[in-house]
């Protein structure tokens, strides 16, 4: 039940090494105007891999990642990352938030400071949230799962387990794309102990 910080600290011998793979990916042929009709298309695929090498900052996005605090801890034998942002209104409402498929946590990083701390962006502080937004087992920091049946049922269960372990009783849950699967399932997985999701 131990949670531990978690800080993103990708070695740049890691991205070295990816920038020297995509340096060498050998381009497969495709039909003459064929287009997305058989596939990803050659030249969409090669822009995707100039953009990575070229243009895309990792250590912007890490930094950017960064500034909230983030956590791992191990549920269901799965190291489970998420970031906790703290809303500085004390009667905040707690809030589970799941991205989507094949999506991370980053979908979220726009609203995280609008619904975390609205008096600072001219809303009102009644609708700030304590935030909770987990990485899906499979996805991001989470890392690899290490065994099979991570259905939305299970991953319920164990985003019951993780609010249960901050302390939360009482919660919203919001998701989006795979994440909308997964949300309604919270509340049926909340112990009844507990008040639950709502």
């Not at 912007?60 to 500034?67: K, Q, S, V």
């Not at 249960?164 to 009783?169: K, M, P, V």
């Not at 399932?185 to 639950?196: I, K, L, M, R, Y």
């Amino acid at each position: 039940m131990d949670i531990n910080e978690y800080r993103i600290d990708i070695p740049q011998a890691d991205l070295d090494d990816l920038d020297q793979r995509l340096s060498r990916v050998r381009w497969t042929n495709e039909l003459p105007d064929g287009g997305a009709d058989y596939g990803v298309s050659l030249e969409y695929l090669q822009g995707l891999v100039r953009r990575w090498r070229e243009e895309y900052d990792w250590r912007r996005w890490e930094a950017r990642l960064n500034r909230y605090p983030q956590f791992t801890t191990t549920i269901d034998g799965q190291n489970v990352h998420f970031m906790h942002v703290r809303s500085p209104e004390a009667d905040a409402t707690p809030l589970l938030l799941t991205h989507g498929w094949p999506t991370t946590v980053v979908e979220y990083l726009d609203v995280i400071d609008r619904l975390s701390d609205p008096r600072a962006h001219g809303g009102d502080p009644a609708d700030a949230f304590h935030l909770v937004i987990p990485s899906v087992p499979g996805f991001g920091f989470s890392g690899h799962t290490t065994d099979r049946g991570w259905s939305r049922y299970r991953i319920a269960k164990a985003w019951a387990e993780l609010m249960h372990r901050l302390g939360y009783e009482q919660y919203g849950a919001h998701g989006n794309d795979g994440g909308s699967l997964i949300s309604p399932e919270v509340g049926a997985a909340t112990p009844s102990t507990s008040s639950g999701c709502t």
